[in-house]
């Protein structure tokens, strides 16, 4: 889909400890965070260590570069504004940086899909102000 057509998904609504995120996004960079006092990665954002409960946080640019960890393929639209998108499937990667993120996987056929399979994050600028991560293998 053009960033011209109307856009009728739902649409995240950015909170002062994930607003980082979705400006990296724009920038196409996918940032995560990383808690300064014991060092552990975490996505998706969050406020609070879950490790040390540290509320002192920074951010870092991934790789984008991870490896599958599972998938599912949606056949059914549990929202309209996803149904030209059928079938789809949607990704748990493990990043090279340690943690998981989920997101569409395209660019593959199911019958390549497999554990371990590495893909590397693509960007996609859906709205005016708005870019989603995808999957691509690679
Ligand atoms: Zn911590």
């Not at 409960?53 to 504004?81: K, L, Y």
Request: hydrophobic share 35%; net charge neutral; glycine share 8%.
């Amino acid at each position: 889909m053009s960033a011209t057509e109307t856009y009728n998904k739902l649409v995240p609504e950015p909170t002062p400890h994930s607003a980082p995120y979705w400006e990296g996004l724009n920038e196409h960079k996918l940032l995560l965070q990383r808690c300064r006092s014991c060092g552990r990665m975490r996505h998706y954002p969050q406020p609070m260590c879950p490790v040390c409960h540290s509320m002192e946080v920074e951010w870092i640019e991934s790789s984008g570069r991870g490896a599958v960890h599972s998938w599912t393929v949606t056949h059914h639209p549990f929202h309209p504004g996803f149904r030209d998108d059928l079938p789809y499937t949607l990704a748990t990667v493990d990043l090279a940086e340690g943690v998981r993120m989920n997101a569409q996987l395209r660019g593959t056929r199911l019958e390549d899909l497999r554990i371990g399979l590495p893909v590397r994050v693509a960007f996609e600028t859906v709205k005016e102000g708005l870019t989603l991560p995808y999957l691509v293998p690679g």
